[in-house]
């Protein structure tokens, strides 16, 4: 089993910064890649950024060149760094930890955690 703790949501004003940070514990060999998501109100989830299986990013147009995806493997923990923040990126925002092929399932979901930026 794999445990998935988000925090560092907040409410922040447009053009601050926040960093979500998510703890991952438990058996953490069956997980192949990790990746942020969010969800706004009427809105379906999305993703936002995310390490691909092979190592590298990917990030949703709508974030690229304001957030960051990174980790530390020491610490079991995934960080996304958000610069610029504006309000259509209120959202509550969610870590996920897919499974390796060889551990069938489903992937691994945080509580969430809500950001708010006010205008």
């Known amino acids: 089993q794999v445990q998935l703790v988000e925090s560092g949501g907040g409410l922040v004003q447009a053009g601050g910064s926040l960093r979500l940070a998510c703890v991952i514990s438990?058996?953490?060999?069956?997980?192949?890649?990790m990746a942020w998501y969010r969800q706004a109100p009427g809105n379906q989830r999305e993703l936002v950024a995310a390490f691909t299986r092979t190592g590298n990013t990917n990030y949703a147009d709508s974030v690229k060149g304001r957030f960051t995806i990174s980790r530390n493997s020491a610490q079991n923990t995934v960080y996304l760094q958000m610069n610029s923040l504006q309000p259509e990126d209120t959202a509550v925002y969610y870590c996920?930890?897919?499974?390796?092929?060889?551990?069938?399932?489903?992937?691994?979901w945080g509580q969430g955690t809500q950001v708010t930026v006010s205008p």
């Open positions: 996920n930890a897919d499974r390796q092929s060889w551990s069938p399932g489903p992937a691994y």
């Open positions: 438990g058996n953490t060999n069956v997980i192949s890649a």
